[in-house]
């Protein structure tokens, strides 16, 4: 079974950046892809990024508009996203989540097998 646990949360001024890890154990790390999201109290759980099980290819989310940056590192079993130029609403639970390497990158929830506890991030104007 795939455990994922995520770290790095927690509360930044607008304009500062935080750095999220995510740890991977259970199975090889290198057959799956990864994908960040997020999500807010009451609305939907949001898409962030995907990173490829080498490293690529990656897809992000429009509204990053270069924010934010996911990267991983095979040998640590590691996937991050850094953050930066952070925004109140950017204020949310952010989870990573793992899915056997799929054909495309993959951006709806659904399609993820495993998920991390999340860890909150929240943004002070």
């Known amino acids: 079974q795939v455990e994922l646990v995520e770290s790095g949360g927690g509360l930044v001024q607008a304009g500062g950046s935080l750095r999220l890890s995510c740890v991977f154990s259970?199975?090889?790390?290198?057959?799956?892809?990864m994908g960040w999201f997020r999500q807010a109290p009451g609305k939907e759980r949001e898409f962030i990024m995907y990173?490829?099980?080498?490293?690529?290819?990656?897809l992000y989310a429009d509204f990053m508009k270069g924010r934010f940056t996911g990267s991983r590192d095979n040998t640590k079993n590691a996937v991050y996203l850094q953050m930066n130029s952070l925004k109140p609403e950017d204020t949310a639970v952010y989870y990573c989540?793992?899915?056997?390497?799929?054909?495309?990158?993959?951006?709806?929830?659904?399609?993820?097998?495993?998920w991390g506890q999340g860890t909150q991030v929240t943004v002070s104007s």
């Open positions: 259970g199975r090889i790390f290198t057959d799956y892809a």
């Open positions: 990173i490829g099980s080498s490293g690529h290819p990656t």
């Open positions: 989540a793992a899915v056997r390497v799929p054909g495309l990158p993959q951006s709806a929830a659904r399609d993820y097998d495993y």
